[in-house]
């Protein structure tokens, strides 16, 4: 195996964890747009500042851990299908327990319909924070150092 | 925007951004938990409730031939119970109910308005004629029905010539020519709507009609012979 393929292999877990981050908060994003007096929080309408917010933070957090701007982008363009399948998830749990019989295509077609609003927000949201994030790393200068040693690290003082 | 090997090692560490992740990840996931089991609960109320619905009618006033008289009153008592097996709370809001009785003088052609105005029960036997004694609407507070468990409320309805005389006197004049109370025979219906306790009505006036709805539940039993 050549050095270029196994430094991207290295890079392949921290990738997947920043891409499932931004998915996860922009899956949860979605749902309490769509349902916001059943989410968590529940509340009569959705907060659009709130939700903002949300994206926003993991945007920036994402940047702030990404290696450079070519993976900061590519984090924001994977968080997506990750998004689908978390907002799937969370369309499809009430058939999941068993209480309810619902035809779960139906639900999630009509989730991700909703929910295209909170997509087109999304990426521009991730893409400029993400380049904040970034900015705020170099200013900072934080260099990647693997989480274990850090933590190993961080023990010892 | 990587920093080169020799400078990187005079640079920090991005250990507190991570663990910083860390910590946000988890705070969405007991989110993105709390709102799956919320909406799961919701929805198990709105899939597993059931309504039954028993009918009384009583008669207070008849004379010795067993007619009604016209200070006596007709009083329909309505028992609906509730079963929630699901793990969300309901509340019983609006209650609607119907009652019609057989019209006989109607279907025999001897009263041609009420025979144009009463509702009709299409059967294989024929057409049957049913004149609407009760008709009621309202907001009803009792105490909830909780999770995992079930609930029995009573209602009364009362008709009689002071009040409702409209409504009264077809009675009468029904089970006058019935030959008494007993002869005719009744239909009832009844609309519950009960509220989830936790989810918060939507309060946008531009607000998406499944978000006004989802927060309640609403069943009926019997036949409604207006719809």
Known sequence: MSRDVRDRLRRLPRILIIAGFLGLSLGYAVFESVFPNVGFPAAGEASLPLLLAVLAGAGFLAGLVADDLRLAILHAFLSFPIALVVVSLLAVSPVLTGYVELTSDDLVFYVLRLGLPIYLVALPAYAVLGVAGLAAREHLGLRSTPFRAWLRRLQHK | ?227
């Open chain 2, 1 to 227: 925007m990587s920093a080169p090997r020799g400078l990187a090692s005079s640079r920090r560490s991005d250990g507190v951004a991570w663990l910083a992740l860390f910590v946000a990840t988890g705070a969405l996931l007991a989110l993105s938990i709390g709102a799956a089991g919320n909406y799961a609960s919701v929805m198990a109320a709105h899939g597993t409730t059931t309504v039954d619905a028993a009918f009384a009618v009583a008669f207070v006033g008849v004379d010795g031939d067993g007619n009604l008289t016209a200070s006596g009153a007709v009083v329909v008592t309505a028992s609906i119970g509730i079963d929630n097996p699901s793990p969300r709370t309901l509340r019983i809001r609006v209650l609607g109910y119907s009652g019609w009785i057989e019209d006989g003088p109607a279907a025999a052609g001897l009263n041609e308005s009420r025979r144009v105005a009463d509702d009709r029960l299409v059967g294989p036997s024929g057409t049957r004629y049913f004149y609407r004694a009760f008709a009621e609407s309202f907001e009803v507070d009792r105490p909830p029905v909780g999770p995992g468990s079930n609930g029995t409320y009573a209602f009364t309805f009362n008709l009689n010539g002071i009040d409702n005389p409209v409504r009264f006197d077809p009675v009468r004049n029904i089970t006058g020519y019935a030959g008494g109370v007993d002869g005719p025979a009744w239909n009832h219906w009844v609309r519950v709507q009960l509220a989830i306790d936790g989810v918060p009505p939507a309060s946008s006036p531009t607000a998406a009609p499944y978000l006004r709805t989802i927060g309640r539940i609403e069943r009926e039993e019997g036949i409604n012979l207006v719809a």
